[in-house]
């Protein structure tokens, strides 16, 4: 079955330390997207890549960063300088971006769960 | 930035009853979809509706777009207990004319009483 897979769900991290968060795809998608959600709250876009070997920030990234070394996998590193990392993250991807003519229809994972310790 | 916001921020049915939900936006678009968020899990998109479009159905779900009122919204009829989850719009960002990455609103919190 084609889909996104997060890990972990749930991840506990102590102040100071960096984590990686894991997204997968066997979609075929070139675009890929890390959101952030908070409680009572909508999606906030983190990062997103719309081809490998790029990526671009999106409204809250500082403290977070990314890599697209392949086409599959779009890992999501929150370092010790996110102030307030305790949060649901989400990882998406798209066929294409909205900029190149795609509806931007998105497929999620299920989440990671970060609590900081 | 905030594109889209969803209202009621919660709503309380029977099972049995429809239950409509309203997105309003700010900017010009060229579609508009919806998701659903069960409890702890990932977004489902659910429909998309395109700006030359006025309503749209898929199975239980009816969306209708009033571009003049930049507004959505969102009807569930003969609603189950299964449907209860958070319901989202999102609408591209305008970037200099083009459109971008989707923005989504903070949802309406849906819940079927059986």
């Known amino acids: 079955d084609g889909g996104i897979t997060q890990s972990p769900k749930y991840l506990f991290r102590k102040e100071g330390q960096n984590v990686t968060l894991s997204c997968e795809q066997n979609?075929?998608?070139?675009?890929m997207y890390w959101y952030r959600q908070d409680p009572g709250q909508g999606l906030r876009l983190i990062y997103y890549?719309?081809?490998?070997?790029?990526?671009q920030k999106g409204d809250i990234a500082e403290g977070y960063s990314v890599s697209r070394e392949k086409k599959e996998s779009f890992p999501l590193t929150v370092t010790s300088a996110q102030k307030n990392p305790t949060a649901f993250y989400l990882c998406?991807?798209?066929?294409?971006?909205?900029?190149?003519?795609?509806?931007?229809?998105?497929?999620f994972g299920e989440g990671s769960r970060l609590t900081v310790l | 930035s905030q594109q889209g916001e969803e209202d009621p921020q919660a709503l309380s049915i029977q099972e049995g009853e429809n239950a409509t939900m309203n997105c309003s936006y700010k900017?010009?678009?060229?579609?508009l979809q919806w998701y659903r968020q069960n409890s702890g899990r990932g977004l489902v998109h659910l429909i998309l509706?395109?700006?030359?479009?006025r309503e749209k159905h898929s199975g239980r779900l009816r969306v209708t777009l009033d571009t003049s009122k930049k507004s959505s919204s969102l009807l569930i009829t003969a609603s189950r207990a299964a449907d209860t989850a958070s319901y989202f719009c999102?609408?591209?960002?305008?970037?200099?004319?083009?459109?971008?990455?989707?923005?989504f609103g903070k949802g309406t919190k849906l819940s079927v009483k059986p």
């Open positions: 998406a991807s798209s066929e294409g971006s909205p900029t190149s003519g795609s509806t931007g229809e998105l497929f």
């Open positions: 979609l075929n998608h070139d675009a």
């Open positions: 890549s719309q081809i490998v070997n790029d990526f």
């Open positions: 900017t010009s678009i060229n579609n």
């Open positions: 509706i395109r700006s030359n479009e």
């Open positions: 999102a609408t591209p960002m305008n970037y200099g004319g083009s459109q971008g990455n989707l923005i």
